[in-house]
T-cell receptor, first 113, second 112 residues
Framework: EAGVTQFPSHSVIEKGQTVTLRCDPI?????LYWYRRVMGKEIKFLLH????????ESGMPNNRFLAERTGGTYSTLKVQPAELEDSGVYFC???????????FGQGTRLTVV | KQEVTQIPAALSVPEGENLVLNCSFT??????LQWFRQDPGKGLTSLLL?????REQTSGRLNASLDKSSGRSTLYIAASQPGDSATYLC???????????FGKGTHLIIQP
């Protein structure tokens, strides 16, 4: 069974550009989460999908971040326009249900220069 | 707001020793607690999930305990090996937060 996969693994973009991160959860997992770790800080929750619906997006930093999960399968996280402070590692996780064991992807390392 | 703290931040021990990693959380109203390891440049690997109704969970040389009332969890690693070297993260579900609330992790080095 394939795990959570994320693409790309690394991305270097200039300030002001747009970047889209993709996450494919484990098949059958309705719950999908995005997290972010910035340098020196702990991993922090960004948002939570149940199928295609956003359950909670209280962790999203600002309106430059847009997450979608069309059809309740894969999800994308778009940053537009990117700022220097958006640099970090973005993780995606999926689980069968809220509070169930969470499985994480390898992460996307985003560097904004 | 839930806060998770891990002590120590870093630990270096000789191979073969038993060791304990500590995790504390401020809000005891959690659904469960999950321990992960992260190797450099890699994602998070789930080690153990302890339900809020459980006191401990075991997997091989790993044993995790949970004391909700005191807001503490420990990860015990028996007979440590160099391959155990990694960053260990604990994270709570619930406690007023959606998603997992993470600690900063314990960076563990096992000396051969």
């Amino acid at each position: 069974e394939a795990g959570v996969t994320q693409f790309p693994s690394h991305s270097v973009i200039e300030k002001g550009q747009t970047v889209t991160l993709r996450c494919d959860p484990i098949s059958g997992h309705d719950n999908l989460y995005w997290y972010r770790r910035v340098m020196g800080k702990e991993i922090k929750f960004l948002l939570h999908f149940v199928k295609e619906s956003k359950q909670d997006e209280s962790g999203m930093p600002n309106n430059r971040f847009l997450a979608e999960r069309t059809g309740g399968t894969y999800s994308t996280l778009k940053v537009q326009p990117a700022e220097l402070e958006d640099s970090g590692v973005y993780f995606c996780a999926s689980s069968h249900g809220t509070g169930f064991e969470a499985f994480f992807g390898q992460g996307t390392r985003l560097t904004v220069v | 707001k839930q806060e998770v703290t891990q002590i120590p931040a870093a630990l270096s021990v000789p191979e073969g020793e038993n060791l304990v990693l500590n995790c504390s959380f401020t809000d005891s109203a959690i659904y469960n607690l999950q321990w992960f390891r992260q190797d450099p440049g890699k994602g998070l690997t789930s080690l153990l999930l302890i339900q809020s109704s459980q006191r401990e969970q075991t997997s091989g040389r790993l044993n995790a305990s949970l004391d909700k009332s005191s807001g503490r969890s420990t990860l015990y690693i028996a007979a440590s090996q160099p391959g155990d070297s990694a960053t260990y993260l604990c994270a709570s579900w619930g406690g007023g937060a959606d998603g997992l609330t993470f600690g900063k992790g314990t960076h563990l080095i096992i000396q051969p």
